[in-house]
C-alpha cells in the first residue's frame, strides 16, 4: 500500500444523548488538600463549575472496549504498566482495521507504513440544560453531584478505611454528545470500505452500555445509556462542503438499525 496519498470525501456525524442509569465519577484535579475534603473529586468545566464528560474520556473508553472485543494485542507502552493496543505492521493494522482504522495509529511505529489521519473525533459532552436547571434546583451535596462513601475493610480486625467519591447523581443528562467521523480514504482503500467502517463506532457504543463509562465501575458507578440517537452525513465533493443530510434517528441505540444506516450511508457517499 502506498503510504502518502489521502483524500476527504465528507463526514458522518453522530449525536446522542447520554443518560445516567447509575452515578457518573470521571475524575478531576483536586483544588488542594483539605482536612475532610474530598478524595475523589469530578471533573468540572472552569467556566461554570459544572461537571462533564471529556471526549478523551469517551473515545479512549470505547477504543478500549473494541480492543478487548478484538483480542487487539498490546503493542505500545505509554508509561509504566499501562500498554494500548497500536499496529505494528501492515497485516496487524488490517487485522484490527476496525480499531485502528477508526481510532487512529502512530506514524511509524515499527514495521508500520501506512499513515492515515485519525478518523474519529469526539467532542466534550455538557450537561443538558434541563439536566443543569434540575441539578441545580436540587440540595446535592455539592453543586450538581453528589458524595458516596465507600470503605475498605479489614477482613480480620473489621477497621474501616472511608474515603469519599464525588459523582454525577443517576438521571443526569449529559448532551449532546457528537461523535465525527471523517471518511479519509488513503491509498489502496475505497470509499466503501472506509464508510462501512462507521460501523464499528455503533458498535463499540453498544458494548459501552453493557460496561460502564468512568472510574470504579465495577462498584456500581458509570452505567450509561444513549438516546436521541442522531445519524447525519456531510458529503464533500468537488470541493463543495455539501449540507448535512439526515441519515436516521432512533429513541435509543438499540433501535437504531446499523445495517440500514450503512446503506444509506454507502448510497450518499457513492452519489
Known amino acids: 500500500m502506498k503510504t502518502r496519498a489521502v483524500t476527504l470525501h465528507g463526514r458522518i456525524f453522530l449525536r446522542a444523548n447520554i443518560e445516567l442509569l447509575t452515578g457518573l465519577h470521571i475524575g478531576g484535579a483536586a483544588g488542594g488538600l483539605e482536612i475532610g475534603g474530598l478524595d475523589k473529586p469530578v471533573i468540572r468545566n472552569?467556566?461554570?463549575?459544572?461537571?462533564?464528560?471529556?471526549?478523551?474520556?469517551?473515545?479512549?473508553?470505547?477504543?478500549?472496549?473494541?480492543?478487548?472485543?478484538?483480542?487487539?494485542?498490546?503493542?505500545?507502552?505509554?508509561?509504566?504498566?499501562?500498554?494500548?493496543h497500536v499496529p505494528t505492521n501492515e497485516e496487524e493494522y488490517r487485522r484490527f482495521y476496525s480499531i485502528a482504522g477508526v481510532f487512529g495509529t502512530l506514524p511509524n511505529h515499527k514495521d508500520l507504513t501506512i499513515s492515515i489521519p485519525t478518523r474519529l473525533a469526539i467532542r466534550d459532552v455538557p450537561l443538558t440544560p434541563e439536566s443543569e436547571q434540575e441539578?441545580?434546583?436540587?440540595?446535592?451535596?455539592?453543586?450538581?453531584?453528589?458524595?458516596?462513601?465507600?470503605?475498605?475493610?479489614?477482613?480480620?480486625?473489621?477497621?474501616a478505611a472511608p474515603r469519599q467519591i464525588e459523582r454525577v447523581p443517576a438521571g443526569a443528562v449529559f448532551g449532546p454528545a457528537e461523535a465525527v467521523y471523517s471518511v479519509y480514504a488513503g491509498a489502496g482503500e475505497t470509499v466503501a470500505e472506509v464508510v462501512k467502517l462507521f460501523g464499528a463506532l455503533l458498535e463499540a457504543f453498544t458494548y459501552l452500555e453493557d460496561d460502564?463509562?468512568?472510574?470504579?465501575?465495577?462498584r456500581g458507578n458509570g452505567q450509561v445509556r444513549l438516546c436521541a440517537v442522531q445519524v447525519a452525513a456531510r458529503r464533500l465533493k468537488a470541493g463543495q462542503y455539501g449540507d448535512a443530510q439526515p441519515v436516521a434517528?432512533?429513541?435509543?441505540?438499540?433501535?437504531?438499525?446499523?445495517?440500514?444506516?450503512?446503506?444509506?450511508l454507502q448510497q450518499i457517499f457513492a452519489e
Open 46 to 84: 472552569p467556566r461554570n463549575n459544572q461537571p462533564y464528560i471529556p471526549g478523551s474520556s469517551l473515545k479512549g473508553k470505547l477504543r478500549s472496549l473494541m480492543e478487548k472485543v478484538y483480542g487487539a494485542p498490546q503493542t505500545f507502552r505509554v508509561n509504566e504498566g499501562v500498554y494500548v
Open 135 to 159: 441539578l441545580r434546583q436540587l440540595r446535592t451535596d455539592l453543586p450538581y453531584t453528589e458524595i458516596k462513601w465507600e470503605a475498605a475493610i479489614d477482613r480480620v480486625t473489621s477497621a
Open 212 to 218: 460502564y463509562l468512568g472510574g470504579m465501575g465495577s
Open 249 to 264: 434517528e432512533a429513541n435509543t441505540l438499540r433501535e437504531l438499525d446499523r445495517e440500514q444506516v450503512i446503506a444509506t
